[in-house]
């Protein structure tokens, strides 16, 4: 799929001159990054000003080597975090305050999620860690989720446990 149709896929999906500003310039910026050499100094202009503006300025951290598929859908887009190592597939809805990314085990990072196709993330969920999200799933608003999830699974709540109870 070509830059224009890719932005132009965007478009029609996303609700909001913000998010329909975020998802094109993110596109632009990682276009940007592919660029020869030669247009190196071309590309760090448009990389520096998409972090500048869309991270710094309207809170929202997609980083520009991000793998995102076609259709991505940002909804009310304040307080993204996702991991540059974050592959999300095609027609995928964010919400505002989500959080993707790796996790330290053991003194070490590991790998980023996988999205399928058709994820729905509700408002402030967090996937962290090296797992899947199948396909046609959708995660709840506050759900936290540290485990695979096959295709066509909904998952809500927080998979917390306590550690301890002593009294403080």
């Given amino acids: 799929m ?18 329909k500003f975020i998802v094109t310039f993110f596109r632009l910026a990682h276009a940007s990054a592919q660029l020869p050499k030669i247009f190196f100094p071309i590309s760090m202009i448009v990389r520096l000003s998409y972090r500048f503006i869309v991270d710094w300025v309207m809170g929202v951290d997609i980083p520009v080597g991000t793998k995102i598929g076609p259709r991505l859908t940002i909804y009310h887009g304040f307080g993204l975090v996702i991991n540059p190592a974050t592959i999300i597939g095609s027609d995928c809805q964010l919400r505002h305050g989500v959080t993707i990314g790796n996790k330290i085990v053991a003194g070490r ?51 917390a446990r306590i550690i301890s109870s002593q009294a403080l």
């Fill in 2 to 19: 070509n830059l224009t149709t890719l932005i132009a896929s965007d478009l029609k999906v996303n609700p909001t001159a913000k998010s």
């Fill in 109 to 159: 990072e590991t790998k980023s999620p996988i999205l399928g196709d058709f994820v729905e993330l509700g408002a402030n969920c967090s996937i962290i860690g090296d797992i899947s999200i199948g396909s046609n799933s959708v995660i709840g608003a506050n759900t936290v989720v540290t485990k695979d999830l096959p295709d066509n699974s909904v998952a809500v709540g927080c998979n």
